[in-house]
């Protein structure tokens, strides 16, 4: 009997990104409009990568089981 395959959720697997040692990686939401309002430190905060942890990384890392 074959092992079965889980499908992968496509959504997510263009969301996040597994880093080399296994964490969850994902991009910060909340710079696409409405820019001229934000400060110049908070678009440079937003530019940068957030890793995901704990229960939201598990979740995730089911959605994206061969990533």
Known sequence: MPKLKVKTNRSAAKRFRVT????????????????EKKGRKRM??????????GAVAR???????YK
């Open 20 to 35: 080399a040692s296994g964490k969850i990686k994902r991009a910060s939401s909340g710079k696409s409009h409405s820019n």
């Open 44 to 53: 440079r905060r937003l530019v940068s990568a957030k890793i995901e942890e």
């Open 59 to 65: 979740r995730i890392r089911s959605y994206v089981p």
